[in-house]
Nanobody, 123 residues
Framework: QVQLVESGGGLVQAGGSLRLSCAAS????????MGWFRQAPGKEREFVAG????????YYADSVKGRFTISRDNAKNTVYLQMNSLKSEDTAVYYC????????????????WGQGTQVTVSS
């Protein structure tokens, strides 16, 4: 498993942008697919975006397509989530996760989780 630490959350106005970062420990980071999930109050955790081990394939929830971009830097053991045109419904705790299969497309395959970072979008 890898250890994951998120950063970059905060309070932003609707229409604004934030970039989340997730730093991973361990020399096998480049073999893992990485993803972002979120959980809003009173709701179940949901998949937001995923990226394959090489960065060659990305996957997005319909609700964030065209607004969010996931990327990774294997040299820095870091994955990012650039969030633009934020909406109040994007308010949630955002979690970084790792998928040992390397694929990143199946939410149930993620098995390592960070502690989460709060994103609050004010309208």
């Amino acid at each position: 498993q890898v250890q994951l630490v998120e950063s970059g959350g905060g309070l932003v106005q609707a229409g604004g942008s934030l970039r989340l970062s997730c730093a991973a420990s361990g020399r096998t980071f480049s073999t893992y697919a990485m993803g972002w999930f979120r959980q809003a109050p009173g709701k179940e955790r949901e998949f937001v975006a995923g990226i394959s081990w090489s960065g060659g394939k990305t996957y997005y929830a319909d609700s964030v397509k065209g607004r969010f971009t996931i990327s990774r830097d294997n040299a820095k053991n870091t994955v990012y989530l650039q969030m633009n045109s934020l909406k109040s419904e994007d308010t949630a705790v955002y979690y970084c996760a790792a998928d040992p299969t390397g694929r990143g497309s199946a939410p149930h395959e993620y098995d390592s989780w960070g502690q989460g970072t709060q994103v609050t979008v004010s309208s």
